[in-house]
């Protein structure tokens, strides 16, 4: 793949993500621009050595941030902005996001009253009253890992993005996040993917009191070169897509417990991943209820409401 990114004049610099549950390195996409300059498509994470590995990789290339014009973020997720907003500041270059994920780059999402309205959910869910202090944990991890934007530009689905060799649609894939974007380039048959797909773990998206999700869309493209947020790069788009369909094993893991009777998905996480630690409760239950989610698009299984909690069971 790097081939044939380098003849569209683009170039990837990995950066490391200091979480495992991330499945590797985040990778920005230094793209060239038609009258000079460079575009960053996603920024990496904000912690010293991202900014390191950020600023080695465009110093390799040649690349001064003073030559940055455009700074596109594929989703609100700090190991993709958190390097953006000191990109902007020491180019002057403008960030461009979906606008629902904007609360989540400028730190407007990260409020008392959300914090309440997550404690309420996680409930419902049959969650412990500790696990709300993983999501206070998560929004401490985005203030120091990444710095919250003051303005950020929208970035509508359908705008087509003109660069120096190739143009590319903005397509709106929500599901990992709300507004995560990905970019089609369909001369190339080239698809930046970012975290819509990912080689060494599945893209769930973590609890999300906005989100709905849709991972289906992709299969309508015939494309040669995923650019993925995470892997280097190879013809594997629809083994991917695999991965994410009705097959995977989480997925009948769910629904054969489900047939012993109703559950919470807090009562189904600790099964479907039982060697998980305490402090990764809040990223399998994220998993486990955006399988559920599939599952009910499905109609495969139902839920229920009673006592003040969301059960599921299987139909």
Known sequence: MTGALTRLGVHRIPVPVPFPEAGGPANVYVIEEKDGGVALFDAGI????????LHA????????????????????HIDHYGCARAAQEA??????????DHDKLTGRDRTARRLEL?????????APPRLLEHVRIHWQDALRMARPLEHVEPLPAGTILRFKRFSAEVLHLPGHTPGLICLWAPEARVLFSDDHLLERVSPNPLLDLEGQGSRRRTAAWRCSTPASARRKGRDALHAGLDELGISTGELRRIFE???AGPLTPAELAPKVFPQAREHQ????LSE???????LEAQRRVARSERQGRIYFEAV
């Open 46 to 53: 904000g912690t010293k050595e991202g900014r390191d590995a």
């Open 57 to 76: 990789g465009l110093d390799e290339l040649g690349i001064s941030t003073g030559e940055l014009r455009r700074i596109f973020v594929s989703h609100g």
């Open 91 to 100: 180019s002057g270059a403008p960030v461009y996001a979906h606008l629902r």
């Open 118 to 126: 997550y404690a309420a959910y996680l409930s419902r869910l049959g």
């Open 257 to 259: 417990l489900l047939l």
């Open 281 to 284: 409760l809040y990223l399998t």
């Open 288 to 294: 486990v209820l955006g399988n559920l989610e599939v």
